[in-house]
Nanobody, 123 residues
Framework: QLQHVESGGGLVQPGGSLRLSCAASGFTRDYYAIGWFRQAPGKEREGVSCIGGDGGTTTYADSVKGRFTISRDNANNTVYLQMNSLKPEDTAVYYC????????????????WGQGTQVTVSS
């Protein structure tokens, strides 16, 4: 079965950091763009960050620019999301997903969704 597996979430205080991992199960993601999305209770799923199929192009939502960094390790078939200076409004379930080559902010253009990992930012 082709899917992603997210990990690294947890409870952290405001200002803290977490690193999320997105591993692929059942397929390799050469030339695929990998996007991170999040969904808070009662809200729509929103794009957080994406790294393109070229491995170099990155995009970030305005709300996380300067705080989050996306990277990929092709040797381990894993994409990371380093999250610093976390805020309570970052609390959500975080998902990763894939689409061919070019990043997009629209979740419905992606496939291979994982189950998500919960991030809670609270004192």
């Amino acid at each position: 079965q082709l899917q992603h597996v997210e990990s690294g979430g947890g409870l952290v205080q405001p200002g803290g950091s977490l690193r999320l991992s997105c591993a692929a199960s059942g397929f390799t993601r050469d030339y695929y763009a990998i996007g991170w999305f999040r969904q808070a209770p009662g809200k729509e799923r929103e794009g957080v960050s994406c790294i393109g199929g070229d491995g170099g192009t990155t995009t970030y939502a305005d709300s996380v620019k300067g705080r989050f960094t996306i990277s990929r390790d092709n040797a381990n078939n894993t994409v990371y999301l380093q999250m610093n200076s976390l805020k309570p409004e970052d609390t959500a379930v975080y998902y990763c997903a894939a689409k061919y080559y070019y990043c997009s902010a629209y979740p419905n253009e992606y496939g291979y969704w994982g189950q998500g990992t919960q991030v809670t930012v609270s004192s």
